[in-house]
């Protein structure tokens, strides 16, 4: 198993870059079924950890959209605070429109309750929710999460986006804590 120090702690791999892209393409494949026929949905981006699913997952996406960023925070070192802040907020008009949010990591749910609550503020016409990770065992909210890449155990995992303290964002593969 290959493993990385990051500060104080250490990470084993647990999923490869190359099972990372197969399950991009094939929640790709996915939303380009569901959305064949819907007019420029708008992708909204939950900063900093999806950056890099975000990325590779409009790359293989076949049709007209547009793509807007929103950042909140909630974890402080390994464990999540419970607290969600909004830091940055979206610029784009979505009355009306269909939205699709790209999570890098579904866990509590506390996140994601909260930024389904404030946008719902706006009445889009209808959210998506898609997640790259997702841990059904810290899930929960009964919020449905439409499209999920890959269900991972509730153990603190970095690499791909996803960060301890700030680093090991970039990261190709997912390493989790041991």
Known sequence: MKKIKLKDKEFGVSIPSDVIQKAIINVAAQINSDYKDVETPLFISILNGSFMFSSDLLKHINFNCEITFLKLSSYQGTSSTGTVKELIGINEKITGREVIILEDIV??????????????????????????????????????????????????????????????????DIYTLI
Request: proline residues 6%; hydrophobic residues 35%; negative net charge.
């Open 107 to 172: 866990d509590t749910g506390i996140t994601l309750e909260q930024i389904l609550h404030e946008l719902n503020k706006q009445n889009p016409k209808n959210i998506k929710v898609t997640t790259f990770l997702f841990k059904p065992e810290a899930y929960t909210k009964n919020i449905k999460i439409d499209y999920v890449g890959i269900e991972i155990p509730n153990d603190f995992i970095v690499g791909y986006g996803l960060d301890y303290d700030g680093i090991g964002r970039n990261l190709p």
